[in-house]
């Protein structure tokens, strides 16, 4: 079956530095994907959407120099959180869109625990 | 505009049925999704209907009305490990998931 990761799955920063999450689609090629952030207790927001090769397209209210994302092949978005802050501290996840598979259908990687102190 | 809803809470008997309500209002709609999710945990996969109609999956099933823009998850025979939040997301013309607040189970003895 179609296998997204992250990495790291936790990290602790501390306020002020910068933090990069990967996705990786491990047996699949993904033209799309895409990152959402979880709050405790709340469901997922998608934050941006990432095409490979192209500027990510992001959700309003998300700051684009703040996260940047960078999607430089066909199996691995990269997300950056600059100068994190504490109220980034969430539950990051992204998903992968197969190539040729569904257009529907997305694949979710495991999540990333940000806690920024 | 897109807007998804679903209760916040419900709690059900190990062994019973429990059916999770949700409506949705999205431009373009293009198939509602049901997935489960685990505390701390990537959300899983369990049904996707964009056709009105029952799809049934083991214990799982997902109904879908077009016209009054509804939704539901019905679970039969309840386990403890169903426990868990369950998300309904809608996709739209432009191929992104929109996601309801997650309506958290309980299941008890």
């Known amino acids: 079956g179609a296998v997204v990761s992250q990495h790291p799955s936790r990290v602790i920063c501390k306020s002020g530095t910068s933090v990069k999450i990967e996705c990786r689609s491990l047996?699949?090629?993904?033209?799309?994907m895409f990152w959402y952030r979880q709050f405790p207790k709340q469901s997922l927001m998608l934050m941006a959407t990432?095409?490979?090769?192209?500027?990510?397209?992001?959700e309003q209210g998300v700051e684009k120099d703040k996260f940047l994302i960078n999607h430089a092949s066909l199996t691995l978005s990269t997300l950056t959180v600059t100068s994190a802050h504490p109220e980034d501290s969430s539950f990051y996840i992204c998903?992968?869109?197969?190539?040729?598979?569904?257009?529907?259908?997305?694949?979710f990687g495991p999540g990333t625990r940000l806690t920024v102190t | 505009g897109q807007n998804i809803d679903q209760p916040t809470e419900m709690t059900a008997t190990e062994g019973a049925i429990v059916q999770i309500n949700c409506t949705y209002q999205?431009?373009?709609?293009?198939?509602l999704f049901w997935y489960q999710q685990h505390a701390g945990e990537a959300p899983t996969f369990l049904s996707y209907?964009?056709?009105?109609g029952l799809e049934e999956k083991g214990r799982f099933s997902s109904f879908l009305s077009r016209s009054k823009g509804y939704s539901y998850l019905l679970l039969k025979e309840l386990q403890m490990k169903d426990s868990a939040s369950y998300l309904c997301?809608?996709?739209?013309?432009?191929?992104?998931?929109?996601f309801g607040q997650g309506t958290t189970l309980q299941v008890k003895p």
């Open positions: 999205t431009s373009g709609f293009n198939g």
């Open positions: 209907n964009v056709l009105d």
């Open positions: 990432s095409n490979e090769g192209s500027k990510a397209t992001y």
């Open positions: 998903s992968a869109r197969e190539i040729s598979g569904p257009s529907y259908e997305q694949y």
């Open positions: 047996d699949f090629q993904a033209t799309t």
């Open positions: 997301a809608g996709s739209g013309n432009t191929g992104k998931l929109i």
